[in-house]
């Protein structure tokens, strides 16, 4: 069963950069028909799509935060790794990775989700 | 703010039904494929339908989807209090800002 599990610190400082890793286990981040990607959920409020990347380094950004959003992939480990910078109180959110499978133009779905993990920006 | 748009809240008495919209346009709904996920209370949003109308195994038939057009929407039958939760629907968006959107959520209530 594929699992993925979200890492990295709860606290982040104003302006600083977000870091978060994702550990894949149960499959291969080196399929061929899935992007691997971040989505975030500040409390109380809805999903926002963050971005996603495909084993070979291929990228989707979400254009309100593509300036300030970095997602990398490293494949010895299984992992991904997303990196938010010049964070504020609006990036305080529950923050998920996930798998997305896709048709390699659009993703078609998002079928396996981290539990997620809390980043608060505060001082 | 969402692109999509769904009823902020829904309810109804065990063992009935309800439909939740999903409202979007040809950049969105109109030309991609439909998913909708719950999202039980304090848990990881979880596939419910993916491709429109189709279930990932271990979902029950309660639960169905439909697309006509630039709208979807999330059937369930059988209404059980395990079902409340918060529900999202989810596509791609290929417009000149392409990305993946999910609606704005709706709320079930089992009354």
């Known amino acids: 069963q594929l699992q993925l599990q979200e890492s990295g610190p709860g606290l982040v400082k104003p302006s600083e950069t977000l870091s978060l890793t994702c550990t894949v286990s149960g499959g291969s981040i080196s399929s061929s028909s899935y992007y691997w990607g971040w989505i975030r959920q500040p409390p109380g409020k809805g999903l926002e799509w963050i971005g996603s990347i495909y084993y070979s380094g291929s990228t989707y950004y979400n254009p309100s935060l593509k300036s300030r959003v970095t997602i990398s992939v490293d494949t010895s480990k299984n992992q991904f790794s997303l990196k938010l910078s010049s964070v504020t109180a609006a990036d305080t959110a529950v923050y998920y990775c996930a798998r997305h499978s896709t048709d390699m133009t659009t993703v078609t779905t998002i079928d396996y989700w981290g539990q997620g993990t809390l980043v608060t920006v505060s001082s | ?111």
């Open chain 2, 1 to 111: 703010q969402s692109v999509l748009t769904q009823p902020p809240s829904v309810s109804a008495a065990p063992g009935q039904k309800v439909t939740i919209s999903c409202s979007g346009s040809s950049s969105n709904i109109g030309n991609n494929y439909v998913s909708w996920y719950q999202q039980l209370p304090g848990t990881a949003p979880k596939l419910l339908i993916y491709d429109n109308n189709k279930r990932p195994s271990g979902i029950p038939d309660r639960f169905s989807g439909s697309k006509s057009g630039t709208s979807a929407t999330l059937g369930i039958t059988g209404l059980q209090t395990g079902d409340e939760a918060d529900y999202y629907c989810g596509t791609w968006d290929s417009s000149l800002s392409a990305r993946y959107v999910f609606g704005t959520g709706t709320k079930v209530t089992v009354l």
